[in-house]
């Protein structure tokens, strides 16, 4: 069991004293003011009132109809907006949320990049022009969503109102469960240049390949994440010499159920160090491109980002997904893998070392 931290130790005594619904609602409170996810509103004004807007798209100001209310996902940059499986999964969420409360379903996702460019809408048009959002603050407010030990669909609940007409919603948080696949289908499928990608590397990999990730969270120095510290140089080589030796006999293990040794491994992972050196096993393919974390990183260029989308995918359809977890040097618990094999109902196994 992980101790908890003081300021763990703090709202779980007020939560026990003041209550949930008191304490949530102040945390959110104090999260906006601290990510100053209020900054940029302005005043109301008559230049973006709704009879405005309405008479812009062709009604006239007294027949205009009513406007429905929407939820907006916000990837825009002003706070950290999580790794790729917290967006998914909170955008993933807070759809199924809108489609039971009634509400316009939109994604602005362009921190560091526009998502359109990797993923498009499938189901749902959740696509919205950066003009369509208001900054009045009479007409749209900024919600969040960040802990995921309280009830959110509450919480969330609370802070709409009928007063406004847009919620910009900043959340990496999941409140779906086994629902995921489900929601995120609904919402998307790979753009033109992922479908490539996603090609080329299924042609490689044939049928019947498994996939085993790997998280080091910069323990090998070269992955560039928050304030995550290097290990010394002695452990960097001890833990790359045990992830590669977990690697090998994943490897064994396959060619002694595969027909002909051929069935392939993709191996993922955030270390180019350990990568280089998993391409040189045998029946091992990996993606290609550099490993960046999305909230870590200011190109704004999709294509950088396309590696993790294709892993995402391709794990999805694996015959099998594992991921390693080295206990003593305690590697990170990445939900990556999880979530991609959610998506496929691929069948998911964590490897403790």
């Known amino acids: 069991m992980i101790p908890l931290t003081p300021k763990e130790v703090v709202i779980r005594l007020a939560r026990y004293v003041l209550g ?123 919600v969040l969503l960040y802990r995921e030990d309280f009830n959110n669909d509450s919480a969330l609940e609370r802070q709409l109102d009928d007063k406004h007409e847009q919620f910009h919603l900043y959340s990496c948080v999941d409140t779906l469960g086994e629902k995921f696949p489900e929601y995120f289908n609904e919402l998307f499928k790979p753009s033109p240049l992922l479908e490539e990608q996603l090609r080329h590397y299924e042609f490689q990999l044939g049928t019947n390949y498994s996939s085993y990730s790997f998280r080091f969270q910069n323990k090998l120095g070269d992955f560039k994440e928050f304030k995550f510290k290097a290990l010394s140089t002695k452990k960097k080589q001890k833990l790359l010499n045990a992830a590669l030796q977990a690697l090998q006999r994943e490897i064994a293990s396959n060619d002694t159920t595969s027909v002909n040794n051929q069935n392939k491994i993709l191996v993922t992972a955030d270390s180019p160090t350990f990568l280089a050196e998993a391409a040189k096993l045998p029946n091992v393919i990996t993606v290609k491109g550099e490993s960046i974390h999305i909230d870590f990183n200011s190109s704004k260029n999709a294509a950088d980002y396309l590696k993790s989308f294709t892993e995402f995918f391709l794990i999805s359809k694996a015959a099998k997904a594992k991921l390693y977890r080295n206990t003593r040097f305690n590697t990170y618990p990445s939900n990556f893998p999880k979530y991609a094999a959610l998506l496929g109902n691929v069948p998911y196994e964590i490897v403790k070392d």
């Not at 008479?55 to 009513?66: K, V």
């Not at 909170?90 to 199924?96: I, N, W």
């Not at 998502?115 to 603050?137: G, M």
């Open 20 to 142: 949930e619904r008191r304490v949530h609602d102040y945390l959110i409170k104090r999260g906006i003011g601290l990510r100053q996810l209020g900054n940029g509103y302005y005043e109301n004004s008559s230049q973006d009132s709704s009879e405005n807007r309405a008479t812009e798209n062709g009604a006239t100001e007294n027949c205009a109809a009513p406007i429905k209310q929407q939820l907006i996902f916000m990837a825009d940059g002003k706070w950290m907006h999580g790794g790729l499986t917290d967006r998914l999964r909170g955008m993933a969420s807070a759809y199924r949320f809108a489609t039971e409360h009634n509400l316009d379903f939109k994604i602005f996702h362009t921190s560091p990049f526009s998502l359109q460019e990797v993923l498009q809408p499938n189901n749902v048009d959740w696509t919205i022009d950066e003009k369509q959002i208001s900054r009045n603050s009479s007409i749209a407010k900024p």
